[in-house]
């Protein structure tokens, strides 16, 4: 949040960070986490190839 009448400087009373960990958004209110749309979505939507191509590569040895 933006202090006002100072668009460069937050203000520290009105910012409310959250916590993303796994599927669950902590923040500062009290009272259970809020769900997360994210965890709706399976994994390999949005993972990228490159992850699979990486597991599916040789494990090289480092070199003597």
Known sequence: MIE???PNRGDPDRWRPLIMSFSKVYGLAAGPPMGSTLSRIPQDRYRSPDVDAA??????????
């Open 4 to 6: 006002a009448g100072n």
């Open 55 to 64: 597991r599916a590569a040789p494990v090289r040895s480092p070199a003597a």
